[in-house]
């Protein structure tokens, strides 16, 4: 018996292990003790995961870039403290899951065992993509925000509007309440091999930072489905002037440190004082918080169309060398 488990926990898990456990310190700071409480492992696991060298223990199938970015992600998530112990388990088991789904560990498990290629092995995809449990609306929506990201993974400048946590895109369901109603890409979408690219199919309930604020702005107009976080420096400025794009800039405090509960609070402001339509929040980042543009339609496809004319225009300004990006 050969189960692409094998694959999950001899070499994916170790190396996620080491290179969340190298981002949270060199990146972010973070403690030998921190770390170890976070990822369920002793304070010397952890000193041994920072003592190795990341490229050793990055076995194939696996490249360097793909584990790296995803890593980067999930640490990105974690030091916002957007990630509960359960969140961070659930978190992995997607990234598993849709790697098992015709990704790379699906790809090595079938060049492994030569049968499962002759006889069209699909037992990781019966089991966890199933559409017959997903409602006709649901379908829908992951449709729209796959067609979404396959416009702005074909944009070549979209590359310049990717933030150091990465960009996601959301849309979600009408009548939504929670952000199981909310459709985005597990993982974000990242800068892979020189090109943007969403490691994974979109799903429903996986992202926790950008659904929350998608479902804010849709308690300031309904008419708002789709949000998306995009890098913010000043070419990004330039060009939300030049489009008349409505926004909203929160400036945090240096007092209030809790990011994400502070940015939700902005939008819920906006909606006690009736704002109607925006299109956009600049959030000029605080204490821990990268500065982002987040940006806001009626649905996926036409965010991304909005999404991509922008990044051809700070294409435009910084091969011609009008600003110096903050």
Known sequence: MNPPCEITVRVL????????????????????????RKLG?????????LAQDEKEVILPPFSVEELSSLAKSITSEINMKRLTYTDLINHICKICLSLRRGGTICHAHKMKIHELEDERCAICMQLHMSLADVSDLRRRIL?????????????????????????????????????????GVPGRIVRFRGKAKALMNPEFGVSGHLGKVLLAAMRVNPNIRSAMNIKYDVDVMTVLNKLNLKYFILKRDPAYKEGEDELIRFI???????????????????????????????????????????????????????????
């Open 41 to 49: 492992v002793t304070q010397a696991a952890v000193s041994g995961y």
């Open 268 to 326: 819920e402001e906006l909606a006690k004082r009736g704002e109607g339509w925006f299109d956009a929040i600049v959030d000029e980042g605080g204490f821990g918080i990268e500065p982002n543009v987040y940006l806001f339609d009626e649905n996926a496809t036409k965010l991304a169309d909005r999404v991509v004319r922008i990044a051809r225009m700070v294409g435009v300004l910084k091969k011609g060398g009008n600003h110096k990006s903050k």
């Open 13 to 36: 898990l170790p190396a996620l292990r080491v290179l969340i456990a190298k981002e949270l310190s060199d990146t972010y700071g973070w403690t030998q003790t921190r770390i170890a």
């Open 143 to 183: 449709s729209e925000v796959k067609l979404a990201v396959d416009a702005l993974e074909t944009c070549q400048d979209f590359t310049l509007l990717l933030p150091e946590v990465y960009s996601n895109i959301v849309m979600a369901l009408k009548e939504a309440k929670t952000i199981s109603d909310v459709a």
